[in-house]
Protein backbone atom coordinates (compact mmCIF):
# COMPACT_ATOMS: atom_id res chain seq x y z
CA UNK A 1 0.00 0.00 0.00
CA UNK A 2 1.11 3.91 -0.71
CA UNK A 3 1.72 5.17 2.65
CA UNK A 4 0.71 9.19 3.00
CA UNK A 5 2.99 11.12 5.23
CA UNK A 6 1.46 14.50 6.07
CA UNK A 7 3.79 16.89 8.18
CA UNK A 8 2.98 18.78 9.94
CA UNK A 9 0.64 17.45 12.58
CA UNK A 10 -0.57 20.02 13.92
CA UNK A 11 -0.11 23.78 12.74
CA UNK A 12 -1.03 27.46 14.02
CA UNK A 13 -1.33 30.59 11.69
CA UNK A 14 -2.25 33.97 12.35
CA UNK A 15 -5.35 35.62 10.13
CA UNK A 16 -4.08 37.00 6.78
CA UNK A 17 -1.10 34.31 6.86
CA UNK A 18 -0.16 31.76 4.96
CA UNK A 19 -0.35 28.07 5.68
CA UNK A 20 1.52 25.06 4.21
CA UNK A 21 0.94 21.38 4.44
CA UNK A 22 2.84 18.72 2.95
CA UNK A 23 2.45 15.02 2.06
CA UNK A 24 4.86 12.74 0.86
CA UNK A 25 4.15 9.47 -1.05
CA UNK A 26 5.99 6.38 -0.03
CA UNK A 27 5.98 5.97 -3.77
CA UNK A 28 5.23 8.02 -6.76
CA UNK A 29 1.34 8.49 -7.34
CA UNK A 30 1.57 9.99 -11.12
CA UNK A 31 0.49 7.90 -14.36
CA UNK A 32 -0.95 9.01 -17.78
CA UNK A 33 0.73 12.97 -17.12
CA UNK A 34 -1.42 13.02 -13.82
CA UNK A 35 -0.82 13.03 -10.67
CA UNK A 36 -3.16 11.16 -8.50
CA UNK A 37 -3.55 13.39 -5.36
CA UNK A 38 -6.00 15.02 -3.55
CA UNK A 39 -7.09 17.04 -0.72
CA UNK A 40 -10.09 17.34 1.83
CA UNK A 41 -10.97 19.24 4.52
CA UNK A 42 -12.55 18.27 8.16
CA UNK A 43 -14.44 20.06 10.76
CA UNK A 44 -15.53 18.24 14.02
CA UNK A 45 -18.47 16.63 13.09
CA UNK A 46 -18.64 16.28 9.61
CA UNK A 47 -17.60 14.42 6.64
CA UNK A 48 -14.60 15.36 4.74
CA UNK A 49 -15.15 17.95 2.19
CA UNK A 50 -13.26 17.82 -1.34
CA UNK A 51 -10.83 21.13 -1.99
CA UNK A 52 -8.28 19.79 -5.05
CA UNK A 53 -8.57 17.02 -6.97
CA UNK A 54 -5.49 15.78 -9.26
CA UNK A 55 -3.22 17.90 -7.18
CA UNK A 56 -3.45 21.30 -8.47
CA UNK A 57 -6.89 21.47 -9.92
CA UNK A 58 -10.03 23.30 -7.21
CA UNK A 59 -13.04 21.63 -7.00
CA UNK A 60 -16.55 23.87 -7.48
CA UNK A 61 -17.16 25.84 -5.23
CA UNK A 62 -13.90 26.07 -3.14
CA UNK A 63 -12.18 29.57 -2.62
CA UNK A 64 -9.34 30.53 -4.68
CA UNK A 65 -7.05 31.17 -1.52
CA UNK A 66 -6.94 26.84 -1.59
CA UNK A 67 -4.33 26.13 -4.20
CA UNK A 68 -1.94 22.50 -4.14
CA UNK A 69 0.92 21.43 -5.77
CA UNK A 70 3.14 19.05 -6.52
CA UNK A 71 4.30 15.37 -8.25
CA UNK A 72 5.35 12.28 -7.97
CA UNK A 73 5.74 12.05 -4.40
CA UNK A 74 6.03 15.50 -2.90
CA UNK A 75 2.84 17.69 -2.65
CA UNK A 76 1.47 20.96 -0.58
CA UNK A 77 -1.77 22.29 0.13
CA UNK A 78 -1.44 25.90 0.70
CA UNK A 79 -4.34 29.03 2.00
CA UNK A 80 -3.61 31.73 1.92
CA UNK A 81 -4.59 34.21 3.70
CA UNK A 82 -6.05 32.21 6.31
CA UNK A 83 -9.44 32.92 7.72
CA UNK A 84 -11.01 31.69 10.68
CA UNK A 85 -13.44 29.50 8.83
CA UNK A 86 -10.39 26.95 7.88
CA UNK A 87 -10.07 26.06 11.51
CA UNK A 88 -9.82 22.12 10.52
CA UNK A 89 -8.26 18.65 9.78
CA UNK A 90 -6.82 18.29 6.39
CA UNK A 91 -6.31 15.67 4.69
CA UNK A 92 -4.36 14.08 1.46
CA UNK A 93 -5.32 10.45 -0.44
CA UNK A 94 -4.49 8.94 -3.53
CA UNK A 95 -5.87 6.65 -5.70
CA UNK A 96 -3.21 5.58 -8.03
CA UNK A 97 -2.91 2.64 -7.04
CA UNK A 98 -5.38 0.50 -4.92
CA UNK A 99 -6.15 0.47 -2.44
CA UNK A 100 -6.75 4.16 -1.83
CA UNK A 101 -5.01 5.81 0.99
CA UNK A 102 -5.41 8.21 3.25
CA UNK A 103 -2.68 10.37 5.23
CA UNK A 104 -2.77 11.16 9.20
CA UNK A 105 -4.17 14.61 8.85
CA UNK A 106 -2.87 17.67 9.69
CA UNK A 107 -5.21 19.70 12.26
CA UNK A 108 -4.49 23.88 11.69
CA UNK A 109 -5.39 26.19 14.34
CA UNK A 110 -5.42 30.16 14.58
CA UNK A 111 -2.56 31.63 16.50
CA UNK B 1 -27.38 18.06 -6.16
CA UNK B 2 -26.21 14.77 -4.91
CA UNK B 3 -26.68 13.96 -1.61
CA UNK B 4 -25.98 10.56 0.06
CA UNK B 5 -26.97 9.43 3.64
CA UNK B 6 -26.21 6.17 5.67
CA UNK B 7 -28.49 4.32 7.63
CA UNK B 8 -28.26 1.04 9.79
CA UNK B 9 -27.52 0.01 13.55
CA UNK B 10 -25.37 2.20 15.41
CA UNK B 11 -24.38 -1.01 17.61
CA UNK B 12 -23.55 -4.37 16.85
CA UNK B 13 -22.16 -7.31 18.86
CA UNK B 14 -19.09 -8.96 18.19
CA UNK B 15 -18.66 -11.60 15.51
CA UNK B 16 -22.06 -10.56 13.95
CA UNK B 17 -22.14 -8.80 10.37
CA UNK B 18 -22.38 -4.84 10.41
CA UNK B 19 -24.85 -3.76 7.68
CA UNK B 20 -25.29 -0.21 6.61
CA UNK B 21 -27.18 1.11 3.51
CA UNK B 22 -26.84 4.10 1.89
CA UNK B 23 -29.67 6.07 -0.52
CA UNK B 24 -28.27 8.00 -2.99
CA UNK B 25 -30.85 11.39 -4.32
CA UNK B 26 -29.95 13.46 -6.95
CA UNK B 27 -28.10 11.37 -9.20
CA UNK B 28 -28.98 7.69 -10.29
CA UNK B 29 -26.08 5.03 -9.11
CA UNK B 30 -26.41 3.42 -12.63
CA UNK B 31 -25.47 6.77 -14.44
CA UNK B 32 -22.13 7.32 -13.54
CA UNK B 33 -19.27 7.47 -10.59
CA UNK B 34 -18.60 4.49 -8.26
CA UNK B 35 -19.86 4.10 -4.88
CA UNK B 36 -17.38 3.89 -1.72
CA UNK B 37 -17.27 3.20 1.67
CA UNK B 38 -14.94 4.61 4.00
CA UNK B 39 -14.50 4.96 7.74
CA UNK B 40 -12.67 6.91 10.00
CA UNK B 41 -11.46 5.14 13.47
CA UNK B 42 -11.58 7.07 17.35
CA UNK B 43 -8.10 9.07 16.72
CA UNK B 44 -9.07 9.96 12.98
CA UNK B 45 -7.50 7.48 10.56
CA UNK B 46 -9.19 7.03 7.38
CA UNK B 47 -9.87 3.53 5.98
CA UNK B 48 -11.20 3.27 2.45
CA UNK B 49 -13.15 0.23 2.24
CA UNK B 50 -14.45 -0.35 -1.08
CA UNK B 51 -16.70 0.53 -4.08
CA UNK B 52 -19.66 -0.54 -6.30
CA UNK B 53 -18.98 0.88 -9.59
CA UNK B 54 -21.51 1.97 -11.89
CA UNK B 55 -21.99 -0.71 -13.55
CA UNK B 56 -21.98 -3.05 -10.55
CA UNK B 57 -18.44 -4.17 -10.34
CA UNK B 58 -16.56 -4.07 -6.79
CA UNK B 59 -13.31 -3.10 -5.57
CA UNK B 60 -12.42 -4.40 -1.96
CA UNK B 61 -9.34 -2.94 0.18
CA UNK B 62 -7.44 -6.48 0.54
CA UNK B 63 -7.54 -5.91 4.19
CA UNK B 64 -10.65 -6.59 4.57
CA UNK B 65 -11.66 -8.40 1.23
CA UNK B 66 -12.32 -11.79 3.04
CA UNK B 67 -14.97 -9.53 5.36
CA UNK B 68 -16.74 -7.34 2.89
CA UNK B 69 -19.08 -7.21 0.91
CA UNK B 70 -21.10 -4.19 -1.26
CA UNK B 71 -23.95 -4.18 -3.32
CA UNK B 72 -26.87 -2.26 -4.43
CA UNK B 73 -30.37 -2.02 -5.21
CA UNK B 74 -31.12 0.10 -7.91
CA UNK B 75 -34.73 0.28 -8.03
CA UNK B 76 -34.19 2.24 -4.75
CA UNK B 77 -30.75 3.93 -5.93
CA UNK B 78 -29.34 2.39 -2.42
CA UNK B 79 -26.00 0.74 -1.84
CA UNK B 80 -25.27 -1.39 0.79
CA UNK B 81 -22.43 -2.29 3.16
CA UNK B 82 -22.11 -5.98 5.01
CA UNK B 83 -18.92 -6.32 7.14
CA UNK B 84 -18.70 -9.83 8.76
CA UNK B 85 -17.43 -10.96 12.05
CA UNK B 86 -17.09 -7.48 13.68
CA UNK B 87 -14.95 -6.73 16.43
CA UNK B 88 -14.38 -3.82 18.87
CA UNK B 89 -11.23 -2.63 16.34
CA UNK B 90 -14.27 -2.31 13.42
CA UNK B 91 -15.86 0.63 15.38
CA UNK B 92 -15.64 3.85 13.65
CA UNK B 93 -17.87 6.31 11.79
CA UNK B 94 -19.43 5.11 8.01
CA UNK B 95 -19.43 7.25 5.85
CA UNK B 96 -20.29 6.66 1.95
CA UNK B 97 -19.20 8.61 -1.12
CA UNK B 98 -19.35 9.22 -4.44
CA UNK B 99 -17.20 10.41 -6.88
CA UNK B 100 -15.39 9.46 -10.21
CA UNK B 101 -13.56 5.82 -10.66
CA UNK B 102 -10.50 4.28 -11.49
CA UNK B 103 -7.06 6.23 -10.71
CA UNK B 104 -9.52 9.29 -10.97
CA UNK B 105 -11.09 7.86 -7.51
CA UNK B 106 -11.49 11.28 -5.55
CA UNK B 107 -14.74 11.61 -3.50
CA UNK B 108 -16.87 14.46 -4.60
CA UNK B 109 -19.87 13.75 -2.54
CA UNK B 110 -20.18 12.32 0.64
CA UNK B 111 -22.82 11.23 3.36
CA UNK B 112 -22.88 12.85 7.02
CA UNK B 113 -21.46 9.47 8.47
CA UNK B 114 -22.87 7.23 10.58
CA UNK B 115 -21.14 5.96 14.23
CA UNK B 116 -21.26 2.08 14.29
CA UNK B 117 -20.04 0.81 17.97
CA UNK B 118 -18.57 -2.63 18.51
CA UNK B 119 -19.25 -3.89 21.86
CA UNK B 120 -20.96 -6.39 23.39
Known amino acids: DIVLTQSPASLAVSLGQRATISCRAS??????????MHWYQQKPGQPPKLLIY???NLESGIPARFSGSGSRTDFTLTINPVEADDVATYYC?????????FGGGTKLEIK | DVQLQESGPDLVKPSQSLSLTCTVT?????????WHWIRQFPGNKLEWMGY???????NYNPSLKSRISITRDTSKNQFFLQLNSVTTEDTATYYC?????????????WGQGTLVTVSA
Open chain 2, 97 to 109: AGGPYGSSAWFAY
Open chain 2, 26 to 34: GYSITSGYS
Open chain 2, 52 to 58: IHYSGST
Open chain 1, 27 to 36: ESVDSYGNSF
Open chain 1, 54 to 56: RAS
Open chain 1, 93 to 101: QQSNEDPYT
